[in-house]
């Protein structure tokens, strides 16, 4: 049963202009404010980064050691947000999963087409590895919509490069096949209220500047199992059932199982695309938050103590 909260926040965006679908520099304006309704994580502190060519922001709750490293890519098509549009959600992510959380500043397209936003995810994953002595078996990827793909990808590349597997990856409506052929496109896309195939399509388009879009190391549930068997940890997924990209987290998870790679896949009935940034609006996205929290300390099992880093 969806929430009356949720459903007075999709009839207020409903008689609201697609915000993908509006010129790039208007989706770039608009997506600095996409926190602006969402409820301020409590006692969480924040650091700037700038350091061997890694960029972004820490954002960690007070209280205990936290027990986890979170790398967290940010989405928005790979032309649009930054870590301003998610500092709220960088803390909301940081309670939820006990973690220190690296916001990353990567590079966005088209001015910094792929593969840009993948070195610098890699470079970011191989400083917290090596330089902030981060170890693998505590370090979570955290991504959303473009974001999950991206964590997909970073996956991959890092695998590529010798970088050891981290312990875990929580994807949110992850755009993961950016040929953008899938049939949910057709088949919600009448109640989808964000994105659409021609929205997504243009910023494909604007991501590749001409890279081929069936490039499983750009399309990442295009690749093979045996490719994704060696550089996927397990995965949560979580996305909508009103989402065009529905049938991307289908994939992904699809592909996780024919891989062996652990894969829990959470259906939300009703939602919207990345539906859990809406924290202090409705309650499904604070439950989303609490049950990923959850799947990642029984992940870890019944010997799990905070501060053990």
Do not use: N
């Amino acid at each position: 049963m969806v929430s009356a909260e949720a459903q007075r926040f999709a009839d207020m965006v409903r008689q609201a202009p697609r915000m993908a679908e509006l010129p790039l520099a208007a989706q770039r304006t608009a997506g600095e404010h996409a926190e602006d309704l969402s409820a301020t994580p409590e006692g969480i502190t924040y650091e700037t980064v700038a350091d061997g060519g890694v960029a972004g922001v820490w954002a960690q709750a007070s209280g205990p050691a936290p027990t986890s490293t979170v790398l967290y890519l940010f989405g928005g098509g790979h032309v649009i947000t930054s870590p301003t549009s998610r500092h709220k959600f960088a803390g909301h992510l940081a309670r939820a999963l006990d973690a220190r959380v690296l916001l990353l500043d990567y590079p966005l397209a088209p001015e910094h087409p792929y593969p840009q936003d993948v070195d610098a995810a890699v470079r970011a994953a191989r400083w917290l590895l090596e330089q902030q002595h981060v170890p693998a078996d505590r370090l979570v990827l955290v991504g959303e919509s473009s974001g999950g793909g991206l964590v997909l990808e970073t996956l991959l590349a890092a695998a590529r490069a010798g970088l050891p597997r981290p312990a875990a990856a929580y994807l949110m409506s992850p755009w993961a096949d950016l040929t953008c052929s899938s049939a949910s496109f057709a088949a919600r896309g009448d109640v989808d209220l964000e994105c659409s195939h021609e929205s997504l399509t243009r910023m494909a388009g604007e991501y590749l500047d001409g890279h081929a879009a069936t490039d499983p190391a750009a399309s990442p549930v295009l690749a093979a199992p045996e490719t994704v068997a060696t550089a996927w940890p397990p995965l949560l997924v979580q996305v909508g059932s009103h989402e065009v990209l529905l049938d991307d987290s289908l994939a992904v998870a699809r592909l996780a199982a024919l891989a062996d790679v652990p894969v829990t896949l959470d259906v939300w009935s009703q939602m919207q695309h990345f539906f859990q940034l809406g924290v202090g609006v409705y309650p499904e996205a604070a439950a989303a938050l609490a049950r990923a929290g959850t799947w990642l300390r029984e992940l870890r099992g019944p010997s799990e103590r905070a501060g053990d880093r």
